[in-house]
């Protein structure tokens, strides 16, 4: 018998969750269906694994085949299928998976909302460590000058003002104190504020959403020069340690999506899968709520933005429309608009393909 020593090398994950949701089970529940999107972003965005957990709508015994080649990039260790779900549909993801298991709700909603019990995930709080950790790793010549943004919501805020900023920045569960209108948040949270460096972002309408997307990126036209501010989204935090490839497919496009749907939603979600921007996914892509896309005050923060993230001025990138639910014709239109701003942002004619999703 022979003696032989090996070497193996061992790396911790996170582990990965894919989510199914059955729209059928939210017919005339349109809130109902944002709600437990919400939910489910918000595990995400403060669970490591974060953005590689890939979620899928379908309706009826099966999925789309590029559903299915989104959960198969994914990989993941387990299913979660929220909404009645057929044995046919569970052996196909069985078969084509390979999970170690399939967890279904039948009975969904977004305050019931839990990820299987195989897979409750750890945990990534804005400690400071935690943070000096992210300082270091997305840009290591700062100086740790980047704040953590703790977005505070206004009473009667609008829901798409609120889900353009969770889904885009990550936000913490927050209650807004009767009579005081104080903004309070879970306790442990509270406990670490004191000691974590960040910038409150009040929102209470479109016009204050405005402002706080033109501070963040700061401002680049002629005789109105200011400086970006220089920040930590929420849901960065659940990138801590995840590999990430050098060159992605964004490096010469800025991808905006517009639209309220499912499909909208998960063509911005899962687009990262395969990209592997989860790092800083706000540099290379935005999902805008329809109503948001239409009004004045938000469009001109817009370019703002768009300014920022394209190196406007030398077509370091440019700008790519996609929606699942409006037509090209509009899509069109609000390219026009961004082509004809002073100076001009970078854009390229509506995708087809993505417009079709």
């Not at 000096?132 to 980047?146: A, K, M, V």
């Not at 496009?253 to 395969?274: C, H, K, R, S």
Request: net charge negative; hydrophobic share 40%; charged share 20%.
């Amino acid at each position: 018998m022979r003696n032989a020593q090996y070497t193996v090398l061992a790396r911790n994950r996170p582990i990965q969750v894919a989510f199914l949701i059955n729209v059928e089970a939210f017919t005339s529940r349109a809130e109902a269906l944002n709600d437990l999107v919400d939910a489910i972003v918000d595990w995400n965005h403060t669970h490591w694994g974060g953005r590689t957990n890939p979620i899928t709508f379908f309706n009826g015994n099966t999925l789309a085949e590029e559903d299915w080649l989104h959960l198969e990039v994914a990989d993941s260790d387990c299913v979660s299928v929220v909404g009645p779900v057929t044995q046919e549909l569970i052996n196909a993801l069985d078969d084509r998976l390979h999970p170690w298991g399939v967890e279904v709700n039948d009975k969904p909603s977004a305050r019931g909302f839990t990820v299987p019990y195989e897979a409750q995930g750890i945990a990534v709080p804005p400690t400071p460590a935690n943070l000096r950790r992210l300082q270091g790793l997305l840009n290591p010549l700062s100086g740790g000058q980047e704040k953590l943004l703790m977005f505070e919501f206004a009473e009667g805020c609008d829901p798409d003002i609120r889900r353009f900023v969770h889904r885009n920045f990550g936000t913490y569960h927050q209650w807004v104190l009767p009579g005081t209108k104080q903004v309070r948040r879970i306790a442990w949270l509270e406990k670490l504020l004191p000691g974590v460096s960040t910038h409150r972002v009040p929102i209470s309408d479109v016009t204050s959403l405005a402002t706080a997307l033109t501070e963040l990126s700061g401002r680049m036209r002629r005789g109105d020069m200011r400086p970006a501010l220089p920040f930590i989204a929420p849901y960065q935090l659940a990138s801590l340690d995840l590999e990430v490839w050098p060159a992605t497919d964004f490096g010469h496009v800025y991808q905006i999506i517009i639209g309220d749907t499912p499909a909208d939603f998960a063509e911005f979600w899962n687009g990262m899968l395969p990209r592997q921007n989860w790092w800083c996914t706000h540099e290379a892509q935005l999902w805008i709520p329809t109503s948001l896309i239409r009004d004045g005050t938000f469009h001109d923060a817009l370019l703002d933005w768009l300014r920022r993230y394209t190196g406007s001025g030398n077509n370091e990138r440019r700008i790519e429309l996609a929606s699942a639910s409006l037509p090209v014709e509009e899509l069109e239109r609000i390219r026009q608009t961004l082509y004809r701003a002073d100076p001009p942002v970078p854009t390229e004619a509506p995708n087809p393909r993505a417009n079709a999703v």
